[in-house]
């Protein structure tokens, strides 16, 4: 299907005003273009360590809208009323330039295309493939790992998940029991059972990860007596905590932002067992020295261990 895709070029101060007039007169979801740069509270909770430098904010911004040309609805009769709201909101509010070009876009299902990209890979002797598709013949000896990702972040594939298994094949073993704090997919949770670790609690901030650790579960055959997961924020939450338990694990293993893992690491050692094992990635090689420096200012840490690949460190510490 083809969409027709009007952009309003506007300013950034009468965005949120442009979006509530297009909501009152019929249009639903709008796509927004500007270089405001991101609040802390915005970033908060998202993988990335390195947000993308934006040019100046000029304090323009695109407003798009798209329209179904095959739908019932009168595309002029819109862009009729589109104008006389903009003109109402024009008596109070600069809108910059406000012009409005058409152009026509093919519909595509953003949900399901990435799964062209997602095939088999091995991590050592570890095959990890997703739920649809099939085993390669010359892996049909390996630990098998089946990953539907959904919308949580975790295939396996970035070399910080990597960085993580590795990781959890030196430390696991059959008594292990495991703390995995923003399990995502659950997919180094499920390593860990597969490695043949005991039990895993699993923590995120996001409902779509509990859905996808529950889906990965059954579709690897892992009880729910064997991974327990919990929507919720172990740094501030104390009924997170409380669920989670104090002196408890064996093995921790966060896989996030470098930021908040020197925020994690102050809260983490009341939940490990005396000599447990604390395994951190996520962290890029520029934030490397700023998260050993908060592990060595820690007098619950010992370091043990950092670990390379490409451009991502994974650092491995114990609890004293």
């Known amino acids: 299907m083809r969409w027709k895709k009007f952009t309003l070029t506007t300013t950034t101060e009468a965005v949120d005003l442009i979006s509530s007039m297009f909501d009152e007169i019929g249009i639903e979801g709008i796509e927004i273009e500007d270089n405001t740069p991101l609040t802390e509270a915005e970033t908060k909770g998202m993988f990335i360590d390195i947000l993308p430098e934006l040019p100046p904010d000029e304090g323009i911004a695109k407003v798009s809208f798209y329209l179904d040309p095959d739908s019932d609805v009168d595309i002029e009769e819109m862009l009729k009323r589109v104008e006389e709201g903009l003109d109402e909101l024009a008596l109070f509010t600069d809108l910059g330039v406000r012009t409005l070009e058409t152009s026509e876009t093919e519909d595509k299902d953003w949900i399901n295309n990435w799964k062209q990209y997602f095939k088999p890979f091995t991590v050592d002797d570890i095959l990890i493939k997703p739920t649809w598709e099939e085993i390669p013949e010359e892996h049909k000896d390996k630990l098998l790992i089946e990953i539907d990702p959904g919308t949580a972040f975790g295939t396996g594939q970035h070399e910080t998940t990597q960085l993580c298994i590795r990781q959890l094949k030196k430390y696991v073993t059959p008594d292990t029991k495991i703390l995995d704090v923003g399990t995502g997919s659950g997919i180094l949770g499920i390593t860990a059972l597969k490695l043949g670790a005991k039990e895993v609690f699993g923590t995120d901030l996001d409902e779509n990860a509990i859905v996808a650790v529950k889906e990965n579960m059954e579709a690897n055959d892992i009880s729910d007596d064997k991974f327990r997961v919990l929507k919720g924020n172990i740094i501030d939450d104390e009924d997170v905590k409380q669920e989670v338990g104090f002196e408890a694990y064996d093995l921790v293993v966060a896989n996030i932002l470098a930021d908040i893992i020197i925020i ?56 004293k």
């Open 264 to 319: 994690l690491q102050k809260e983490i050692p009341v939940h490990m067992k005396k000599g447990a094992i604390f395994i951190t990635s996520g962290i890029i090689n520029m934030k490397e020295e700023a998260v050993k420096k908060a592990f060595s200012e820690n007098e619950a840490f010992e370091l043990v261990e950092i670990t390379y690949q490409g451009e991502w460190v994974s650092v491995t510490v114990r609890k």
